[in-house]
């Protein structure tokens, strides 16, 4: 059935192009045009199954349900399902089930209202249906409100206990459906594919296999970076606030209509969602309970991420910690893409992760994991883009072949937002700095700015150039001696180092080329006092070429979007140390794969001016890898 699978990815071209456009970020784009469309037909009921030629909002060659049941928290916590079987199953026959738990499965709209005239399921993964020609090969695919959201009740708990609950109650109501046959994978990207996270945090044994695409590995770091609160800490909770709240249509099911005005006749919920949010210490109970990278450990359910390490939203924080705890089969696309699906394509036709071939293998790593059949194709465990744009075929991810501890010693900075450094380059002689807009920070998991703001025009280069004048300002740097072969920084480099002062501190990782060009690509901030700090950066995996020089910059937090307050103290550093995994390029094995477009959006946003320095350490102690 290669035209369904044809039009599955045209759907995806174009999410990824409004996406990359910033007209709309997010597959509910995929409704646009379509909702422009006359559409007819009835709502489902348990009893009543419709089908496509009824609806048109019901993909074609299966039959719609919807149906009611209880959260496991015996909180009284109804969660609603539409539920797409095969047409044409026989009777008593059984098909394994594909399942999504999320907040965007409304019948109105994903994050907002979308144009539909009558009500339907949601097409939000209508790409993977085609794509998969998902109900010719025998597979249901259900769909479950969350709590607060769609025709769910019950208060929002965003990746906390209630959610938790939700998640393992989806999962027993599928296994134990006449028309299943016990089997369930999970499949999601972003929001829903943190339920798939936590599906295998819950251990279930019904739980066969879990698709999970950028998902947010901890959910206190979707948030704040350790004590500094990023510029979503308040405008995510009004997102999914404004998407418990979106009205749905009125010939819809008048049990989905009821639960669906839950969280309006209990402004409550709302109210103490955005309280949470609120929390900035990370050891609280409230997000000690959504921490998802450490409720990994010793879990085994089968797990295929994707994860773009240098993507804006869902980031790789806690990422290598997850996989590291996790302890079964993993399948891997990792590389230098955005908040993008497998099979979502630019405007120009490319593949926004770069890689042909998600639908079959997305397929196969089901095939064999919920009906027992062995994959004709034998697809590397975890396929890989560097920094460079090629991939590799890894075994697992990270592969280390040397762990180093680099000392980078100390340096002074004044924690004033950037202050003195403005105020040395302006009597410097240098060209004017050239500010970048900020975001606003109203976004949920599935729609954010495409890129962070990055370091104004020349910053970096004219700090480097006060250090070198003895000036105390906004930051320090520390440079590598040039390397005498490339190698790859992979898995999650750390810094820690000796404070004395309170504020903040920001952490940056440079790829400074001969020409006096450098990348910034790695970078995470902190809550600092006086004693011993040890901060982990984003996970990364990147490659330095041959005379090349790795720059770390530590001061104040000058660039991206958190929302800091400067102590104005000088924060005096000493003992700083940078841990890093390296591996050598040089062995690698390709895979196909082509340059995420992405990539090169990032070089352009991040690349900044920045000869090296003065070498105090190296990248690569002695003589070998």
């Known amino acids: 059935m290669r035209a369904r699978r044809t039009a599955g990815r045209a759907a995806s071209a174009l999410v990824t192009t409004l996406a990359l456009t910033g007209v709309l970020a997010g597959p509910a784009a995929a409704s646009g045009p379509a909702a422009a469309q006359e559409r007819t037909g009835p709502a489902a009921t348990a009893a009543g199954p419709v089908t496509h030629q009824e609806n048109d909002r019901v993909p074609e060659g299966s039959l719609w349900t919807q149906h009611y049941f209880p959260s496991s928290d015996r909180s009284g916590t109804e969660l609603h399902a539409d539920v797409l079987l095969p047409e044409g199953l026989p009777k008593k026959a059984k098909v394994p089930v594909i399942l999504s738990v999320g907040p965007y499965f409304g019948h109105s709209g994903q ?37 607060g959201f769609g025709g769910s009740t019950g208060c929002l708990d965003w990746g906390g206990p209630g959610e938790q609950a939700d998640v393992k109650a989806a999962i027993d109501w599928a296994a134990k459906q006449p028309w299943s046959t016990g089997a369930v994978g999970l499949y999601g990207k972003s929001y829903d594919a943190v339920t798939g996270l936590i599906g295998n945090n819950l251990d279930q044994r019904a739980l066969k296999a879990v698709v999970a695409q950028e998902p947010v590995w901890d959910m206190y770091q979707y948030i704040y970076s ?19 709240t979106l009205p749905q249509l009125p010939d819809d099911d008048p049990r989905y209509l009821a639960n669906s005005r839950y969280e309006q006749a209990h402004p409550e919920c709302l109210t103490r969602n955005a309280a949470g949010y609120r929390i900035y210490d990370q050891d609280d109970a409230f997000w000690t309970a959504r921490d998802l990278a450490k409720g990994a450990e010793g879990t085994d359910t089968p797990l295929f991420v994707t994860q773009g390490f240098v993507e804006n939203n869902t980031k790789p924080e806690e990422m290598q910690e997850y996989l590291d ?17 497998g099979g979502d394509r630019t405007g120009d036709g490319r593949l926004a992760m770069g890689r042909e071939g998600w639908y079959d293998e997305t397929l196969a790593f089901y095939d064999q994991y919920l009906k027992g059949i062995r994959p004709e194709v034998r697809y590397p465990a975890y396929s890989v883009e560097d920094s460079t744009g090629a991939w590799r075929a890894q075994r697992t991810w990270p592969v280390v072949e040397r762990s180093v501890t680099l000392p980078l010693g100390g340096g002074s ?11 040395g380059l302006a009597t410097s002689g240098l060209p004017p700095i050239e500010e970048r807009a900020e975001p606003a920070g109203e976004w949920d998991m599935e729609n954010a700015p495409a890129t962070d703001p990055a370091a104004p025009r020349g910053l970096a280069e004219g700090q480097a150039l006060l250090q070198e004048a003895g000036k105390v300002t906004s930051s320090f740097f520390v440079w590598s001696e040039a390397l005498r072969k490339s190698v790859r920084i992979t898995g999650t480099p750390q810094i820690s180092l000796r404070a004395e002062g309170e504020g903040n501190v920001m952490l940056k990782l440079y790829d400074v080329a001969p020409d006096g060009t450098a990348v910034m690509f790695d970078e995470q901030v902190s809550l600092l006092s006086t004693g011993r700090l040890t901060v982990d950066l984003k996970a990364t995996d990147w490659t330095l070429a041959a005379g090349h020089v790795l720059a770390v910059e530590v001061g104040s937090i000058r660039t ?5 307050t400067p102590s104005g103290e000088t924060i005096d550093v000493k003992d700083a140390r940078l841990r890093l995994a390296l591996d050598d390029p040089s062995d690698d094995v390709p895979t196909g794969g082509a340059r995420s477009p992405y990539l090169d959006t990032y070089l352009s946003q991040y690349t900044v001016d920045l000869p090296a320095g003065p070498a105090t350490f190296k990248v690569v102690p002695g003589r070998r890898l």
């Open 560 to 564: 991206g979007s958190w929302r800091d």
């Open 226 to 244: 350790n004590g500094v609160p990023r510029p979503n800490v308040t405008g995510t909770a009004n997102a999914y606030n404004s998407i418990a």
């Open 413 to 423: 900075y004044v924690d004033d937002g950037g202050l003195s450094s403005l105020a």
């Open 325 to 341: 705890n996790h302890k079964g089969p993993e399948r891997g696309w990792v590389g230098q893409w955005d908040h993008v699906r």
């Open 111 to 147: 994050s907002g209202a979308e144009g539909w005239t009558r009500t339907g399921p949601s097409d939000r993964f209508r790409d993977f249906i085609e794509g998969t020609d998902l109900f010719d090969e025998g597979y249901a695919f259900v769909m479950v409100d969350l709590r």
